[in-house]
């Protein structure tokens, strides 16, 4: 880490991490005449691509009219038009969307908001949390519960919340050994056996990607 220049703690710690002073569209530019193409907008966090002025300007205009106000205490109008905007082109009944800063914090608040709404109803005993081996569903310590990726979860296993896993729908190496369709998608069978097993009444909520990513990067079948 000492051959690695400057005062940040790294996120990689065998190499110096190029230094990126500018970005446009697909590229990311380092200043020394490369060019890297973002072909993925980072962790699927910058589709639309990287610094559009309009974007810009809507986030330097509501920072000057309007910066910061406690979520418990105001809403605001980009927040009310996100929600309507988000609303018209959800699923139908998926209509109240609760806005946070990243994925591990969303999980985390899916996470809880599934209790709540047991507590809410009587449903006290319902505590218990499935999710897949191999899903992502982030790295705090909540999030990781969930996650089902080994080398991420195992040197934390004695800090994390109790949580189920089953198989992840991953054709490529089946955890039964078997192809599909001939299958009979063993692996959705185990979700409803898993409930079944820990008793129905004690699930408090089952977790998925609905197409594995940072880990397999699988689309499971349909
Ligand atoms: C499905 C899924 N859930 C959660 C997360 C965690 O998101 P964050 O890194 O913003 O905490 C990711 C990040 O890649 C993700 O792909």
């Given at each position: 880490m000492a051959e690695i220049?400057?005062?940040?703690?790294?996120?990689?710690?065998?190499?110096?991490?190029?230094?990126?002073?500018?970005a446009e569209g697909l590229w990311i530019l380092d200043g020394e005449g490369h060019r890297y193409m973002d072909?993925?907008?980072?962790?699927?966090?910058?589709?639309?691509?990287h610094c559009r002025e309009e974007v810009a300007q809507a986030i330097?205009?509501?920072?000057?009219?309007?910066?910061?106000?406690?979520p418990t205490m105001f809403t605001t109008p980009p927040v009310e038009?996100?929600?309507?905007?988000?609303?018209?082109?959800?699923?139908?009944?998926?209509?109240?969307?609760?806005?946070?800063?990243?994925g591990g914090e969303a999980v985390e608040a899916a996470i809880k908001l599934a209790r709540q709404i047991h507590l809410e109803n009587g449903r006290a005993q319902r505590v218990?949390?499935?999710?897949r081996w191999k899903s992502y569903h982030g790295l705090t310590l909540g999030a990781l519960a969930a996650t089902g990726?080994?080398?991420?979860?195992?040197?934390?296993?004695?800090?994390?919340?109790?949580?189920?896993h089953i198989p992840p729908p991953y054709c490529l190496r089946c955890s039964y050994g078997l192809a599909?369709?001939?299958?009979?998608?063993?692996?959705a069978?185990?979700?409803?056996?898993?409930?079944?097993?820990?008793?129905?009444?004690?699930?408090?909520?089952?977790?998925?990607?609905?197409?594995?990513?940072a880990t397999i990067a699988a689309v499971p079948p349909p």
């Open positions: 220049p400057g005062n940040v703690f790294p996120r990689k710690l065998n190499r110096p991490l190029p230094l990126a002073t500018g072909a993925s907008g980072g962790p699927l966090v910058v589709n639309v691509g330097y205009q509501q920072a000057l009219r309007c910066d910061y106000v406690h038009e996100l929600a309507r905007e988000l609303a018209a082109r959800a699923p139908r009944g998926l209509d109240r969307f609760y806005f946070l800063s990243g218990r949390l499935i999710s990726r080994t080398t991420f979860r195992t040197p934390f296993v004695p800090f994390l919340a109790d949580a189920v599909y369709p001939g299958c009979n998608l063993r692996c069978l185990a979700l409803e056996e898993t409930i079944q097993n820990l008793g129905p009444d004690t699930v408090s909520a089952f977790l998925a990607e609905t197409v594995s990513g």
